[in-house]
């Protein structure tokens, strides 16, 4: 057996590819469409929440995270939740500031 | 060239290490924005409404089908498929040049009109206005240099395929460049609604 060989490579699909890519471009549309409605702060919430899903897309099957040891799964959760500290931290800091 | 150690598992650790200090570095900008946002929420909606939402959509679909295009790529060398795989890499690299050519056109209209960084027109716009121009000039700015490092990676990784250093067997380099292609695509998937699309 060939070192190469230890691990089993899991091999993303051209097909599941290509039905992550029609996702990603639906969700793209539906981004644009819903900023041309007013909705005042949901479109904050809704924009975010599109764009959330898409990265995910992205980081599971694109970037193989689906498919990948506990570990590489754990370390790039803690990165982005990290992140989400970092991010949300400093905003509820401004947010509730007085004067 | 049989007997050499490959640490797969290692080369895949030590790339995604390297993400998340790319991750970092936005994520210190997008901080920036949020709070700058918080603070002139009115002067960055007025900002965002003078940028060209069809050039910024257009080159969202640019780069996701990229992203596509380079997962692709690593599929194709996978099994065996070199032609296909370098093919594919081929058109990610198209990608970004078409992203970068539509990326030149933008900015040259915004200096057309008188607004680059510092600019005196800038100046006398609300001090909002201005850092929300400032920020999208350092923002995607920085991002378009990680288009051209990406484009430039690629196209080594090609050069990989045809001298065979990057086959069937030993793909993890091309792996790990895509890994670097696809948060080139998650930065702009951020940027995209927070400065075209104006929360």
Avoid at chain 1, 36 to 60: C, E, H, P, Q, Y
Avoid at chain 2, 54 to 69: Q, R
């Amino acid at each position: 057996m060939s070192e190469n060989h230890e691990h089993q490579h899991h091999i993303l699909s051209i097909k599941t590819a290509g039905i992550i890519l029609v996702l990603l471009l639906l969700l793209t549309g539906t981004t644009v469409a819903v900023s041309r409605i007013d909705l005042g702060f949901l479109n904050v919430a809704v924009a975010l929440t599109l764009a959330v899903t898409k990265a995910l897309l992205v980081i599971l099957f694109f970037m193989h995270m689906k498919y990948e040891n506990r570990f590489m799964q754990m370390i790039v959760f803690l990165c982005f939740l990290l992140l989400a500290i970092f991010i949300g931290m400093t905003f509820f800091d401004l947010a509730y500031r007085g004067g | 060239m049989s007997n050499t150690h490959k640490d797969y598992a290692g080369a895949k650790l030590g790339m995604w290490l390297f993400l998340f200090t790319e991750v970092l570095l936005f994520g210190g900008m997008f901080v920036l924005y949020a709070a700058y946002l918080h603070e002139y929420r009115a002067d960055f909606h007025v900002g965002g409404k003078q940028l060209d939402v069809f050039i910024g959509t257009l080159n969202t679909v640019v780069l996701l089908f990229s992203s596509f295009a380079i997962a692709a790529a690593i599929t194709f060398i996978q099994q065996g498929k070199k032609k296909l795989a370098v093919n594919f890499t081929y058109l990610t690299i198209a990608c970004a040049g078409i992203f970068v050519i539509n990326k030149t056109i933008e900015w040259r209209a915004k200096f057309h009109h008188g607004i680059w960084p510092d600019s005196p027109h800038l100046r006398e716009m609300s001090h909002g206005e201005n850092i929300f121009f400032g920020l999208y000039f350092l923002m995607t700015g920085l991002h378009a240099v990680h288009v051209v490092i990406g484009a430039i990676l690629l196209s080594v990784m090609v050069w990989f395929m045809k001298k065979d250093v990057i086959n069937q067997q030993d793909f993890v380099k091309l792996e790990n460049a895509g890994l670097y292609w696809h948060i080139v695509d998650l930065i702009w998937i951020f940027l995209f609604p927070l400065f075209y699309l104006v929360l």
